[in-house]
């Protein structure tokens, strides 16, 4: 296996798959793989989409995909699906996505089923970010829903986030949890061929305006807000034109490097938390003891001080290796 | 010392005020002592009260003493102050409010600065409140500054938690951070004398109503927008009913075991988190070596994989005692 990151390395696709395929199982051999390739990242623009179910993502993935194609760029893209975990995440759209680039070796798409939890599928999704971005692809998309912690979570590893949004389903923006507005660098109101476009565009305004910081910071990012529409072709180029603005907004007086750091820091600590959480859980029946432990705190049988020392007891002591 | 659980049992404040220092400094007497309480707690109704400085929580507290007290009812008050470290926590407005109250011996007022940080203070904040609550207060107010991280997530700890917004600021609802916005069982717009409070009324419940989950679910509080004047006294009354509200709903159909629950494995995890960073730290200059860990990450020196493997290295292993 030691030419697997030569091969990746060479824009062996097939290479490239099987090394997405042991990150996903957290092997070894694709851990070391990833060492190996990890100098050669950083040069990738990775964008995040996020947004409710339903909301046209697959679809603007694929009108990017095409802009950034005809633009001569290749693109890769992660798929996140937590809502279908029996087709190991590649639902209809992705298939039929999946078919129409399939012979253009340009464009790779991954879907990934959200099976694991706490913190598994984020260090997964960015471990196969930072393979397409080893394999020399230009742009790299994660799609995911925004609905848990770990969707948003991810979207917000990336170096632009699109939050997504569609009209006239009923509820507007109340699907829009307010944590997830802040990670929106660009707000896109999908499907706006629909009457109620104009409304949400103008409620997301009037939203951003509320909870946002005071624009007078020079620090402050105002996202702006994208219709796109993928039976007129509205927008597409403008929401194109809007990443690339924030791209350069982010390479200038070195915001990148803050945030590229907020983006390690992130990953490192997941991975950090979950290892913690691995070995607690590694102790016999920890989780139901946790669960035991909590209602111990709310019939006042011990202080959640009491509960957490013993959660910790032994752990984390000093044997260390020489 | 046996005797500090028994001596607060039995009303005497001073007993408490020795208890309350000896657990903001982390010290085993006062752990212990609260072991001894801790089955007495449960019975106050604790309220957080959060919200931008200068933005009338201080009056507002102290017009909350003022309808408890008129009713024959006793009050604890932790007011958590992260601007003043200098003054030990105690602000001007704490020291007037504290000789006004000070002959009153149903009237308990802790000032708490937050030096502490990580989760300390959440820790300590929480531990003085079971202090109050075993002590037989019928009413804990906790009062911090909603801007941090760790003030939030104080208020968030409370039975009910009031959202306080004040008119005129210039900036509105702008200072309002979106997640903010979902831990106000109750929304109070003070200093509503002024010309803005209206607006700010209305805003308020657009928001809401903007980013709250949809209203049809049976388990959802739509969050009452209340404006209270100090100066003309008006809405203080319907605070307090607001709150009686609140307390009444939590009580039906058993929603406030699950809020109990939700609390106690919150305390818990801020344990266990802090316990486990502690001991991260307790390794030589484990602070500085996270953020070299963050530089390589960002210079992909190393992917963040094996800087999490470095700083989890031999943290954690099965080494209890038998």
Redesign the interface.
Known sequence: MAGLSERILAGDNLALARLLTLLENGDDVG?EA??RL?????RAWITGITGPPGGGKSTLVNELIRQYRSAGLSVAVVAVDPSSPLTGGATLGDRIRMTEWHSDPGVFIRSMASRQFGGGLA?NT??VA?AFDAAGFDHILIETVGTGQDEVAIASLALTTLLVQVPGTG????T????A??IGDILVVTKSDRPEANELAR?LR??R??????VDDPDHWEAPVIKTSATTGEGIVDLVQAIEHHRQWLLTDNRI?RR??II??T??A???ES??RR??L??ADEASR?DS???A??S??????????Q???????????P
Chains 1, 2 share one sequence.
């Open positions: 851990t990833l060492d990890f100098t050669n990242t950083g260090q960015l471990a930072h509820d507007g923006v109340q829009l949890k307010a944590g507005l802040e409620d009037r939203l305006t509320l909870v946002f910081e005071p490097v590229r750091q390690a820091s990953e490192i997941t991975r950090v290892g913690l070995r607690l590694q102790r946790l432990l909590v209602d705190v709310v006042r049988e011990l202080t959640a001080h009491r509960a957490a020392e959660l910790l007891a032994g752990f984390g002591q000093e044997n260390r290796q």
